[in-house]
């Protein structure tokens, strides 16, 4: 998607071609260079970035939780000293503050998918795999930003609650249950007895309950082949 000055929202982007290419940042700015557009993006917060990289806007778009989740995963790799070889010297300082951006971030998207968004929409049950877990928690800030209400296990089974008895509940009031398909979710028990028991509450109602999400191939279960899934495979944002 392209972007112009009569749409582009100023705030945090990340970049999607040239040099900059998955780095996240914050627009501050933009110039007329020619006939193309460009964006003044400091990789970190304002007053701390030491410098500005200028960028043209068809390059930047804004970042989804799942683009500041693979960052920052990116980032704190980058930054290990046990590497064989870790950023050194001003690319340290800059990925330090890069690092210290793309944290704050998230955890301000964390906390707003929680407890700051109005939730009139649906009520999304995500069964999912402990291994999809990053994947999932980026899905649930983001389906929060739209205006759903996602369940997810570690938001809402708290210290000394009945895991069995806070998923069934879950589960009843759930008007979807969204089912994360992946090589480890396909092998999980609890995943499908999740699915499961509310695929016979669509059965009955003839109403749609249940929707397959496809994160990587796999052996997509037999009751759900039928069902036109949600391709996450290439791209989150257009999933």
């Given at each position: ?51 500005y990289?200028?960028i ?52 301000e998207?964390?906390f ?88 016979w ?39």
């Amino acid at each position: 998607m392209n972007y112009s000055t009569d749409n582009f929202e100023y705030g945090p982007v990340i970049v999607t071609r040239g040099p900059h290419k998955g780095r996240v940042g914050e627009l501050d700015d933009t110039t007329d260079e020619g006939k193309r557009t460009y964006g003044l993006v400091y990789f970190a917060g304002f007053g701390i970035a030491s410098f500005y990289a200028t960028i043209p806007l068809s390059y930047l778009r804004p970042p989804n939780t799942n683009d500041l989740l693979r960052r920052y995963d990116a980032l704190w790799r980058q930054l290990t000293p046990y590497l064989d070889s870790p950023l050194e010297g001003e690319d340290r300082i800059d990925g330090l503050q890069e690092l210290a951006y793309v944290s704050n971030l998230l955890n301000e998207r964390m906390f707003e998918a929680q407890f700051m968004h109005k939730h009139d929409g649906a009520k999304v049950f995500l069964s999912h795999a402990s291994a999809d877990k990053v994947f999932v928690r980026g899905l649930a800030v983001d389906l929060a930003a739209l205006g759903h209400t996602p369940w997810l296990d570690e938001w809402e089974i708290l210290g000394g609650d009945s895991i069995p008895s806070r998923i069934a509940d879950g589960l009843e009031g759930a008007d979807f249950v969204v089912v994360v398909l992946s090589t480890s979710s396909v092998k999980s028990k609890w995943v499908e007895t999740e699915w499961q028991a509310k695929h016979w509450d669509e059965v009955s109602s003839r109403n749609v309950k249940v929707v397959p999400l496809l994160l990587e191939d796999c052996a997509v279960p037999t009751l759900l082949k039928t069902k036109r899934y949600i391709d996450f495979r290439a791209d989150y944002t257009f999933g």
